[in-house]
């Protein structure tokens, strides 16, 4: 099965046709270093990437608040669609920070 990827040559989108409404009707560039410095895609998989298959799925990471985060791996070739192969949630807990943390922990 052949997939496209936005690395892929010539597949990268240009920033003003992908506009996000969330950040002001515009895509940042956000890229500053690595092979996508001052670019809006990487242009090639990075060196230290694993190889990619498209039917592996993909993840999406949701930020929900200051404390919580909600990561969702999806199987591109589930038989339901949209269908969440693996969900969790990732949860802030400053107090078990050592270095700021008064009480000592141990493990």
Request: hydrophobic share 35%; aromatic share 14%; proline share 7%.
């Amino acid at each position: 099965m052949a997939t496209t990827h936005a690395d892929d040559p010539g597949r990268c989108p240009e920033p003003l046709s992908t506009p996000d409404d969330f950040m002001g009707g515009f895509c940042a560039f956000n890229f500053t270093s690595g092979p996508a410095a001052g670019s809006f895609c990487w242009d090639r998989q990075p060196d230290y990437s694993a190889y990619r298959e498209s039917s592996f799925g993909h993840g999406i990471l949701e930020v929900k608040n200051e404390t919580y985060a909600l990561w969702k791996w999806h199987r591109n070739q589930d038989l339901y669609q949209g269908a969440v192969g693996d969900e969790i949630y990732i949860v802030r807990e400053p107090e078990r920070c050592l270095l700021k943390s008064s009480i000592a922990a141990y493990f």
